[in-house]
């Protein structure tokens, strides 16, 4: 039987081990204890020979001797021959003992595949698995030299009942020079498609099944077949027995003991028993006798595989299931926990401290974040620090964070960055265009009632809102830019040209000119008026008036100019980040008029309904 230890070695503790070195079936004092008593008895008989039948110049011709045989000891690879040979041997062992073929896949297959309770449908499974075994068995007996003495000839297969003596003349009478272990597997097919023929395995998928079962089966016996015929090259385990050996037989004379009066180096001890060498061969023969043993698992030594085990555990609990399973269900009832929904079975005293312990819920389940690091950033933010970190070096956003953590300098630079709002802000619109918002998500730089926007030194991306009026009208066709400063030096066809689009005068041109630089004055002291669209309502209302322009100036160097057929889009921009959608607008302010900027603006009037879009510095927001 397989030597099993591993209960005893269930929990580590101290000197958890020592108690198995006291064992002595399986173990390396069995294997080994021959091969160490012969290298120490040849040990001692050479060094007495040093010691007491050796005459002084033939004690320094061998001294001289054990030096030259003890350097080069050391050219030989031990470590690294054994270890590669001991891997591939132990690799090798456990993948022929997972190439037993076990019929635990196949009989479960055959008791569902295979139906009819009579006396035919139990015949047929009973055959069907006896003929399974068969193959297992005789693949063993090839293989195995414990199951061969068990079994030598074919009349004890046949008298132990694997096999009648009809089916041994079938199986002898088919001549092949090759191994036969195939064929009980070939009448185990023939007799599943007889039950397939007779209804009592109801589908082609359950037949297609079951072989695919037995194909497995029959595979691992072949693999068990070319384990045994395909053994480990030769060549290297010649390398691996020669280098041991040869190592072992220079350190015969060469971890002698040497006269301490000599002053040979390394050589100023004197002792009797070489403790060390001992050792180092009690390890490396003791590498090598493992490697015998599992090189061919199938033999009779202490580890080796319990086929006889393996054969009746295999026939024994296939027949019980295919034959008295067959059907055999016990009564359904409701479990224990049938109204509980969080089942829990009992724990034992001695195994109650496991009950204590919380469930893991993860490695991340406890991790401690700081508070201000836990609140969802908008993702306009996100894409505009994107941005801005995409066209700059990376060492700018510690210098951005210094900036925003130092004060505002509003004495010197607000006054200009206001002022620069304000010109970006008075683009204005006539009172006629539908709905436009913003999205800002900023609490400081919400719109109040003040209808002021925040300046300061933070960056704003510019956000530009389009409606695409779904009308038959033609759309905007052109957009004239007028330079306010070219109509003061003296364009009389420019100045003509916004007068004659605004019908106005000379003079009512004048006054409104002067009115706008005393509110552009009163401006530059105050936040830059919002421009936010108006209500849909009041726009419904407006758009009815003359499509005449609005003029409106500002201290802008430009204006546009808009004929009145043009309609069908208009552009808003805003350098202050998007608002929320959601967003009641508030009540676009009637735009003022004076300053050095002329902007003329002629929108049809129209009801149709509008499709907004919205587009962002890299990122687009989805309308509504």
């Given at each position: 039987m397989t030597v099993?230890?591993?209960?005893?070695?269930?929990?580590?503790?101290?000197?958890?081990?020592?108690?198995?070195?006291?064992?002595?079936?399986?173990?390396?004092?069995?294997?080994?204890?021959?091969?160490?008593?012969?290298?120490?008895?040849?040990?001692?008989?050479?060094?007495?020979?040093?010691?007491?039948?050796?005459?002084?110049?033939?004690?320094?011709?061998?001294?001289?001797?054990?030096?030259?045989?003890?350097?080069?000891?050391?050219l030989i690879p031990m470590s690294f021959v054994l270890g590669f040979y001991v891997t591939l041997v132990v690799n090798r062992w456990w993948s022929q003992y997972t190439s037993i073929p076990l019929p635990d896949r196949l009989m479960c297959v055959l008791s569902g595949g295979l139906q009819g309770?009579?006396?035919?449908?139990?015949?047929?499974?009973?055959?069907?698995?006896?003929?399974?075994?068969?193959?297992?068995?005789?693949?063993?007996?090839?293989?195995?030299?414990?199951?061969?003495?068990?079994?030598?000839?074919?009349?004890?297969?046949?008298?132990?009942?694997?096999?009648?003596?009809?089916?041994?003349?079938?199986?002898?009478?088919?001549?092949?020079?090759?191994n036969k272990y195939w064929?009980?597997?070939?009448?185990?097919?023939?007799?599943?498609?007889?039950?397939?023929?007779?209804?009592?395995?109801k589908d082609d998928h359950t037949l297609k099944l079951l072989l695919e079962e037995l194909n497995g089966f029959r595979g691992k016996c072949s693999m068990l077949f070319h384990y045994d015929m395909i053994s480990v090259p030769l060549v290297y385990t010649q390398v691996v027995t020669l280098a041991v050996y040869s190592f072992f037989l220079v350190c015969l004379i060469g971890r002698q003991f040497l006269d301490p009066s000599q002053g040979y180096p390394g050589h100023d001890l004197d002792l009797y028993v070489p403790i060390f060498t001992l050792l180092q061969f009690f390890f490396y023969a003791g590498w090598l006798k493992v490697a015998e043993q599992l090189i061919n698992p199938f033999g009779e030594d202490d580890d080796d595989f319990e086929t006889n085990w393996l054969i009746d555990r295999n026939f024994q609990v296939s027949m019980m299931a295919v034959d008295e399973m067959y059907g055999d269900l016990?009564?359904?009832?409701?479990?224990?926990?049938?109204?509980?929904?969080?089942?829990?079975?009992?724990?034992?005293?001695a195994t109650l401290f496991v009950l204590r312990k919380p469930s893991f819920q993860g490695s991340t389940?406890?991790?401690?974040?700081?508070?201000?690091?836990?609140?969802?950033?908008?993702?306009?933010?996100?894409?505009?620090?994107?941005?801005?970190?995409?066209?700059?070096?990376?060492?700018?956003?510690?210098?951005?964070?210094?900036?925003?953590?130092?004060?505002?300098?509003?004495?010197?630079?607000?006054?200009?960055?206001?002022?620069?709002?304000?010109?970006?802000?008075?683009?204005?619109?006539?009172?006629?265009?539908?709905?436009?918002?913003?999205?800002?998500?900023?609490?400081?730089?919400?719109?109040?009632?003040?209808?002021?926007?925040?300046?300061?030194?933070?960056t704003q991306s510019t956000v530009c809102s389009f409606w695409e009026e779904k009308s038959a009208r033609t759309p905007l066709l052109e957009v004239q830019f007028v330079a306010a400063q070219e109509r003061r030096e003296g364009h009389p066809a420019v100045?003509?040209?916004?007068?004659?689009?605004?019908?106005?005068?000379?003079?009512?041109?004048?006054?409104?000119?002067?009115?706008?630089?005393?509110?552009?004055?009163?401006?530059?002291?105050?936040?830059?008026?919002?421009?936010?669209?108006?209500?849909?309502?009041?726009?419904r209302e407006l758009s009815t008036q003359s499509a005449s322009a609005i003029p409106f100036t500002s201290r802008h160097p430009s204006a546009f100019v808009f004929h009145p057929a043009a309609h069908s889009s208009l552009e808003h921009c805003s350098s202050q980040p998007a608002i929320n959608q959601n967003r009641a607008p508030s009540v676009i302010p009637?735009?003022?008029?004076?300053?050095?900027?002329?902007?003329?603006?002629?929108?049809?009037?129209?009801?149709?309904?509008?499709?907004?879009?919205?587009?962002?510095m890299g990122s687009e927001l989805p309308g509504s």
């Open positions: 099993t230890y591993t209960a005893r070695v269930a929990n580590a503790r101290f000197c958890g081990f020592s108690k198995l070195l006291l064992a002595w079936k399986g173990s390396i004092y069995k294997v080994l204890y021959k091969e160490f008593l012969a290298f120490f008895a040849m040990y001692t008989a050479i060094s007495i020979t040093y010691r007491f039948l050796l005459y002084d110049d033939q004690k320094r011709y061998f001294e001289k001797l054990a030096i030259y045989c003890n350097h080069y000891a050391s309770s009579d006396e035919r449908g139990r015949l047929l499974r009973r055959t069907m698995m006896r003929y399974a075994s068969l193959s297992a068995l005789l693949i063993l007996r090839s293989v195995s030299t414990a199951v061969f003495k068990r079994f030598p000839t074919m009349d004890h297969v046949v008298e132990a009942g694997f096999m009648s003596r009809d089916e041994r003349k079938k199986f002898e009478g088919l001549h092949s020079p090759y064929i009980p597997c070939v009448w185990f097919t023939n007799l599943a498609a007889v039950a397939r023929c007779e209804g009592r395995i016990p009564m359904m009832e409701r479990d224990r926990y049938w109204n509980d929904s969080n089942p829990r079975p009992p724990y034992t005293a389940f406890d991790m401690a974040i700081p508070k201000e690091e836990m609140h969802f950033q908008p993702l306009e933010d996100i894409a505009e620090n994107l941005e801005e970190s995409g066209g700059r070096h990376p060492n700018m956003d510690l210098f951005n964070r210094l900036l925003s953590a130092a004060p505002s300098p509003t004495g010197f630079m607000g006054g200009a960055l206001r002022r620069t709002s304000a010109q970006l802000q008075r683009l204005r619109h006539s009172p006629s265009i539908d709905q436009c918002t913003s999205d800002d998500d900023d609490d400081s730089g919400k719109i109040g009632k003040g209808g002021s926007l925040p300046s300061g030194l933070e100045n003509k040209e916004v007068r004659r689009v605004e019908g106005k005068s000379d003079e009512e041109w004048q006054i409104r000119e002067e009115s706008g630089k005393a509110e552009s004055t009163r401006e530059e002291t105050q936040t830059p008026v919002s421009l936010l669209p108006s209500s849909p309502q009041s726009s009637k735009p003022p008029f004076g300053g050095n900027k002329m902007s003329f603006l002629t929108v049809p009037s129209y009801n149709e309904p509008s499709r907004f879009r919205s587009v962002s």
